[in-house]
T-cell receptor, first 116, second 114 residues
Framework: AQSVTQLDSHVSVSEGTPVLLRCNYS??????LFWYVQHPNKGLQLLLK??????LVKGINGFEAEFKKSETSFHLTKPSAHMSDAAEYFC??????????????FGTGTLLAVQP | NAGVTQTPKFQVLKTGQSMTLQCAQD?????MYWYRQDPGMGLRLIYY???????DKGEVPNGYNVSRLNKREFSLRLESAAPSQTSVYFC?????????????FGSGTRLTVV
């Protein structure tokens, strides 16, 4: 069965400093991995996805993530945090490349706070 | 704008009341899903529909029913609401494979059962 573990429930950074949100996954198959962001009282927005192409994935708003099979990790990073990055971030795994049976499994979320 | 539309956005129910959450997508996606979001638990799958005319249980289906009315619409029904069903509900749709594989989420329905 697939699962994801987000290692930090809360992360606080200062504006202009790097962001690191950690995610480990477990999957019996070659996984698809996603990062979604949710701003307060909003829906979910896709930041980036990995589907077996390049292991370094670039997303929107300057975020990127690296798929490391040996470490079963898919950590999200950004070189310089902005106040608008304050939100909850979800690491998500799916066990395939498409189709309704490849359901998304969500992590429990990491709440990112950005201090001025 | 193309996407997933959920109604209503907010709802307060009394215990034992029933209601239907509506979801419609205009992207011609085959697959649709209902999730619930609770603090500290991420999103959990309630039901999904791989295609028009089919539905299947997800991780937390108890207390819910669904209907895939047509390719565009997928509704979620609470027959007898309970306080434990207080949550934010998200509908999603998906299609494509490989690099095109992705989900689109609605903006959510915030349900409170008192």
């Amino acid at each position: 069965a697939q699962s994801v573990t987000q290692l930090d429930s809360h992360v606080s950074v200062s504006e202009g400093t790097p962001v690191l949100l950690r995610c480990n996954y477990s999957s019996s198959y070659s996984p698809s991995l996603f990062w979604y962001v949710q701003h307060p009282n909003k829906g979910l927005q896709l930041l980036l996805k990995y589907t077996s192409a390049a292991t370094l994935v670039k997303g929107i708003n300057g975020f990127e993530a690296e798929f490391k099979k040996s470490e079963t990790s898919f950590h999200l990073t950004k070189p310089s945090a902005h106040m608008s990055d304050a939100a909850e971030y979800f690491c998500v795994v799916s066990d395939g490349y498409g189709g309704a049976t490849n359901k998304l499994i969500f992590g429990t979320g990491t709440l990112l706070a950005v201090q001025p | 704008n193309a996407g997933v539309t959920q109604t209503p956005k907010f709802q307060v129910l009394k215990t034992g009341q029933s209601m239907t959450l509506q979801c419609a997508q205009d992207m011609n996606h085959n697959s649709m899903y209902w999730y619930r979001q609770d603090p500290g638990m991420g999103l959990r799958l309630i039901y999904y529909s791989a295609s028009e005319g089919t539905t299947d249980k997800g991780e937390v289906p108890n207390g819910y029913n669904v209907s895939r009315l047509n390719k565009r619409e997928f509704s979620l029904r609470l027959e007898s609401a309970a306080p434990s069903q207080t949550s934010v509900y998200f509908c999603a749709s998906s299609d494509g494979t490989g690099e095109d594989y992705g989900y689109t989420f609605g903006s959510g329905t915030r349900l409170t059962v008192v």
